[in-house]
C-alpha cells in the first residue's frame, strides 16, 4: 500500500475588526465529502514552531487514531495581544464565534455547526477553557494544557461557579513539578488547575485530570496529544 500524503498546511488570515488587524491561521483540511468536526488551537505559532505537533498529527491521521477533523491553529501575534486575549476577554470570545468559527465553517463547508475542540496551553489554555465555559454550543470539547488557572487571584473559577450547568469535556493537565507559587495570587500551577477541575466537575463536566511527571514545558505537551486528541474527538459512550 502506498504510504498517505503529508497533509497541507495553509496560511490565511482573519480580519479582527474590533482590534483593527488581521490575524495568521493556520489551518489541515479536513475530508471535503462528509461532515467533520473543528479543532481550534490558539498559541498556534507554539504549536507549529516550538512544539512541531505536525508529525504528531500526521501520524495520528494515518493510523486513524483520530475521526476526520479539520484542524486550524490561530496565532497570537505578539505577547500584548496574547496577554490581553488569553485573560477571560470578551471582546477575543467574540471575534473567535463571531468571526474565526464562521470563516472557518464557509472555508471548509463540510465542517459540521457547533460541538468543536478548542485547545491551548499555559496562558491559551486557561482561554480555551473560558471559551468552552462561554461557548458551550460552539466549543463542547476543550485540551487545556497546564492551563494559567491562578490568573488574577483564580478568577476563572469565580466566573465559572458562577455559570449554569454544563455537559462540555475538559482534558485538563499540569505537571508535578509546577508547585512555584504566583506571588500576586498565591496559587500555584498545580493547584490553580485542580481547583479548576472541581470547580468544573460540580457544574456537570466531564474533566480527565492528567497529572504528568515533569514541569511547565512544551515536551511533556507535546507527548500527551497521543492520547488526549483522541479522547477528546472521540464521541463518549
Known amino acids: 500500500m502506498a504510504p498517505k500524503?503529508?497533509?497541507?498546511?495553509?496560511?490565511?488570515?482573519?480580519l479582527d475588526p474590533v482590534a483593527g488587524y488581521s490575524r495568521p491561521i493556520h489551518l489541515l483540511r479536513g475530508p471535503a465529502d462528509r461532515p467533520h468536526r473543528l479543532c481550534l488551537f490558539l498559541d498556534g505559532e507554539l504549536y507549529l514552531q516550538k512544539m512541531k505537533v505536525l508529525p504528531v498529527l500526521n501520524a495520528l491521521l494515518d493510523s486513524n487514531a483520530l475521526p476526520p477533523v479539520t484542524l486550524a491553529f490561530l496565532d497570537h501575534l505578539n505577547m500584548k495581544a496574547r496577554e490581553q486575549d488569553y485573560t477571560c476577554n470578551d471582546q477575543f470570545g467574540r471575534f473567535?464565534?463571531?468571526?474565526?468559527?464562521?470563516?472557518?465553517?464557509?472555508?471548509?463547508?463540510?465542517?459540521?455547526?457547533?460541538?468543536?475542540?478548542?485547545?491551548?496551553?499555559?496562558?491559551?489554555?486557561?482561554?480555551?477553557?473560558?471559551?468552552?465555559?462561554?461557548?458551550?454550543?460552539?466549543?463542547?470539547?476543550?485540551?487545556?494544557?497546564?492551563?494559567?488557572?491562578?490568573?488574577?487571584?483564580?478568577?476563572?473559577?469565580?466566573?465559572?461557579?458562577?455559570?449554569?450547568?454544563?455537559?462540555?469535556?475538559?482534558?485538563?493537565?499540569?505537571?508535578?513539578?509546577?508547585?512555584?507559587?504566583?506571588?500576586?495570587?498565591?496559587?500555584?500551577?498545580?493547584?490553580?488547575?485542580?481547583?479548576?477541575c472541581h470547580v468544573l466537575r460540580t457544574l456537570g463536566a466531564t474533566v480527565y485530570y492528567h497529572e504528568y511527571h515533569g514541569g511547565h514545558d512544551l515536551k511533556y505537551w507535546r507527548k500527551e496529544?497521543?492520547?488526549?486528541?483522541?479522547?477528546?474527538?472521540?464521541?463518549?459512550?
Request: negative net charge; aromatic residues 8%.
Open 5 to 14: 500524503r503529508p497533509i497541507q498546511l495553509e496560511t490565511h488570515t482573519v
Open 96 to 196: 473567535i464565534v463571531k468571526k474565526v468559527v464562521p470563516w472557518l465553517q464557509q472555508e471548509v463547508p463540510s465542517l459540521q455547526r457547533g460541538r468543536h475542540l478548542i485547545g491551548g496551553l499555559s496562558l491559551s489554555g486557561l482561554a480555551s477553557a473560558w471559551l468552552a465555559l462561554q461557548y458551550p454550543g460552539d466549543f463542547c470539547d476543550c485540551l487545556c494544557q497546564s492551563g494559567s488557572f491562578w490568573w488574577s487571584g483564580e478568577r476563572f473559577t469565580k466566573i465559572a461557579s458562577k455559570h449554569k450547568p454544563i455537559t462540555n469535556r475538559f482534558w485538563l493537565s499540569v505537571g508535578d513539578q509546577e508547585t512555584e507559587i504566583d506571588e500576586p495570587t498565591e496559587v500555584s500551577q498545580v493547584e490553580g488547575v485542580k481547583n479548576a
Open 225 to 237: 496529544l497521543g492520547e488526549a486528541l483522541p479522547w477528546l474527538l472521540t464521541p463518549a459512550n
